[in-house]
Structures are given as structure tokens and as C-alpha cells.
């Protein structure tokens, strides 16, 4: 067996420190603690790590506040002439008007004579009754010879308040007393 030594061995470490070592027949020692040494330099920047799993979606925010009403948009162009519509569906037919024919019992004659002297004339009127209407008129003249001659001055429509007839005015020119008859057409409206 071998005899060993004593002694103290002294290691450099990086960044400063230093360890001592007894060896021999002693129990080791260790020595106080150095100085800190500089910083080191930078290291190279490593590799970008993997994309992380997407998140969880968030929970809903609240509703914002309405907003500002906007100004009022200009006025659009007119459009297009829409297409004709469709022909509607025909009516109901109407009910059925009153008869148009006058009823003959409501048509009647008024008349008026008279003796139309010789060389005279006169205005002849034939009434209908109050409120009813004329719708036409006549006259008839008696005469002893063709060749005598009456003068028509005139034959006519005549009203006078209510009451509508039919006049006549005539000149005898003969030398003999004529029968004048004045007719009015009149009908009852009553």
C-alpha cells in the first residue's frame, strides 16, 4: 500500500470560481466563495416553437348603444313604367231600368175654339192642365172656298207659369166668319 500525500490542489472553474482540493490524510476543505465573474455572452437565439392550439371562443359581449340616426338619402330616380296590369274580371250585369215608353193613358188632348171673324185676327191658345207638360201642337181651320186665304203669323209652344200649351195667331182675310181650333198635345206627369 502505497503512502499518499497531503496536499492542496487548486482547480479553475469557468465564470470566476475556483475549488480547492485537499487530498492526503486530511479531510477535504472547501474555500470561500470567490468573486462573480462577468456575464457571459448572448447565446444564439433559438428555433421558433410550434404554433400553439387555437384558443376557446370568447363569451358574447354586450349589445352596443344605438347610434345617431344618418342623414336622409338623396331621392332616388323614378323607375320604370310598370307593365299593364291584367283586364279585370266583367261586372255584375245591373238591374234593369225602369220602362222607357211613356204609358198612353197619361198622353190627352186640350183644345180651344173659335169663330174668327171676317178681316180679323186673333192669338188662340189651347192650356194643358197645371204641371203637365206640351209636347206638341196644332190647328185646324174651316174655310168655304179653297181660294180663301188665312195668314199663319204664328204656331207655337206657349208656357205661362205652371201651365204649358199650344198657341196659334192667325189674320182671316176672307170675307167670312172662319172656326179656328187650337190643339195641344200634352202628357201627365203627375
Not at 474555500?31 to 416553437?49: S, V
Request: proline share 3%.
Amino acid at each position: 500500500m502505497s503512502q499518499l500525500k497531503t496536499g492542496i490542489l487548486s482547480i479553475p472553474l469557468m465564470m470566476g470560481l475556483l475549488i480547492t482540493v485537499g487530498c492526503g490524510e486530511d479531510e477535504p476543505t472547501t474555500g470561500e466563495q470567490g468573486p462573480q465573474g462577468a456575464q457571459g455572452l448572448q447565446g444564439e437565439q433559438g428555433e421558433q416553437g410550434e404554433q400553439g392550439e387555437q384558443g376557446e371562443q370568447g363569451e358574447r359581449g354586450a349589445q352596443g348603444e344605438q347610434g345617431a340616426q344618418g342623414a336622409q338619402g338623396e331621392q332616388g330616380a323614378q323607375g320604370a313604367q310598370g307593365a299593364q296590369g291584367a283586364q279585370g274580371a266583367q261586372g255584375a250585369q245591373g238591374a234593369q231600368g225602369a220602362d222607357g215608353l211613356l204609358d198612353a193613358s197619361a198622353v190627352y188632348i186640350a183644345e180651344t175654339s173659335y169663330d174668327l171673324g171676317s178681316y180679323t185676327g186673333i192669338e188662340i191658345t189651347a192650356w194643358c192642365d197645371a204641371g203637365d207638360v206640351v209636347s206638341g201642337g196644332g190647328f185646324d181651320i174651316e174655310l168655304s172656298y179653297m181660294w180663301y186665304h188665312m195668314n199663319i203669323l204664328a204656331n207655337r209652344p206657349e208656357l205661362s207659369g205652371s201651365y204649358q200649351g199650344w198657341s196659334l195667331s192667325v189674320a182671316n182675310d176672307t170675307v167670312e166668319d172662319s172656326p179656328v181650333t187650337v190643339y195641344a198635345i200634352c202628357l201627365d206627369v203627375s
